[in-house]
């Protein structure tokens, strides 16, 4: 039985230029897309919201059409992700996880570019900004 997560991908436009979020990994301080796990009274969705907030700062609007459910490897341990793309429209100065996270908003190609050994999250962001 695979482990199950739950990612969201939060983009927004600056300037007309698309923008992804990503915030550092606790364990080693790579690069990453937030992510957590299910929750047995929230919705996958609600869990989506949630780690945004928690570890990037981040509201917005999850994508519907955008949700995905694929399977995948984080630092190599096999998983079953939901995935979900956020339109983002609010951006805390603070927020729970800013002690222990940097945040960082880049373009599509460098936050690829930014998700090293990550092959699994390269994948993700690529199909939901494709979708976007």
Request: charged residues 40%.
């Given at each position: 039985?695979?482990?199950?997560?739950v990612l969201v991908v939060p983009v927004l436009e600056v300037d007309g230029e698309l923008q992804v979020v990503l915030v550092t990994s606790r364990a080693d301080g790579n690069w990453i897309l937030p992510k957590g796990n299910p929750e047995p009274d929230l919705t996958v969705q609600e869990v989506a919201a949630m780690e945004a907030w928690e570890e990037a700062g981040v509201r917005g609007e999850l994508r519907n059409v955008a949700a995905e459910r694929v399977e995948g490897d984080i630092r190599g341990r096999p998983l079953l992700l939901d995935c979900f793309l956020m339109d983002v429209d609010k951006v805390?100065?603070?927020?729970?996880e800013d002690h222990e996270?940097?945040?960082?908003f880049v373009g599509p190609k460098e936050a690829h570019d930014l998700l090293v050994d990550e092959p699994s999250l390269r994948r993700i962001l690529d199909?939901?900004?494709a979708l976007y």
């Open positions: 039985m695979l482990r199950e997560k805390a100065q603070a927020w729970p996270r940097r945040r960082c199909r939901m900004v």
